[in-house]
Antibody, heavy 119, light 111 residues
């Protein structure tokens, strides 16, 4: 079945970087964009950006421009989201999700990766 | 990009209907047919309930429906059930920065 499996929880110090992976299976990896979404504790969902697994093209939310990098490794059908210069405000669960071709539905979602930023 | 506007909370009794609104602008909700809705239970990943304004994925009960009028999209849940109690988020494409944006989220309480 179509599935996205993310890497495990991370604890980082302020100023560090984190890289979260998203392993896709059950479909043609290069056929669907991967979006990244985060959710801080007790807060709502926040869109971060997307990567086109076929071309590597990316689009980032303005808020994260210059601090986020989304990449993919096509042979191993895995997407990555790297966030640098972390602060405590970046403590959140980070999700990857596949978006429908030509549509607006994010499905499926990864299980989420908790990133904790603490000194 | 500001989040789309949703009511912080709504409530209803079992069997009743509730509607959750999602208000944006002509640059996002009003300008495109790319609005989707997500249900999120505590500790779980979000689940798509409606996509492209009014389409329902297979497996989602037909009690869930979506619509749009002008710059406001709506999710209606009829025949409320206890398991519908969750947070709901709308999500729209926006042409302002050719990006996407979520609503602030709505907590649905089934009384």
């Amino acid at each position: 079945q179509v599935q996205l499996v993310q890497s495990g929880a991370e604890v980082k110090k302020p100023g560090a970087s984190v890289k979260v992976s998203c392993k896709a299976s059950g479909y043609t990896f290069t056929g669907y964009y991967i979006h990244w979404v985060r959710q801080a504790p007790g807060q709502g969902l926040e869109w971060m950006g997307w990567v086109n697994p076929d071309t590597g093209t990316t689009k980032y939310a303005q808020k994260f421009q210059g601090r986020v990098t989304m990449t993919r490794d096509t042979p191993i059908t895995t997407g990555y989201m790297q966030l640098s210069r972390l602060t405590s405000d970046d403590t959140a669960v980070y999700y990857c999700a596949r978006i429908q071709r030509g549509g607006s539905g994010l499905d499926p979602w990864g299980q989420g990766t908790l990133v904790t930023v603490s000194s | 990009q500001s989040a789309l506007t949703q009511p912080r909370s709504v409530s209803g009794s079992p069997g009743q209907s509730v509607t959750i609104s999602c208000t944006g602008t002509s640059s996002d909700v009003g300008g495109y047919h790319y609005v989707s809705w997500y249900q999120e239970h505590p500790g779980k990943a979000p689940k798509v309930m409606i996509y492209d304004v009014s389409k329902r994925p297979s497996g989602v009960p037909d009690r869930f429906s979506g619509s749009k009028s002008g710059n406001t999209a709506s999710l209606t849940i009829s025949g409320l059930q206890a398991e519908d109690e969750a947070d709901y988020y709308c999500f729209s494409y926006t042409g302002t920065y050719t990006s996407w944006v979520f609503g602030g989220g709505t907590k649905l309480t089934v009384l």
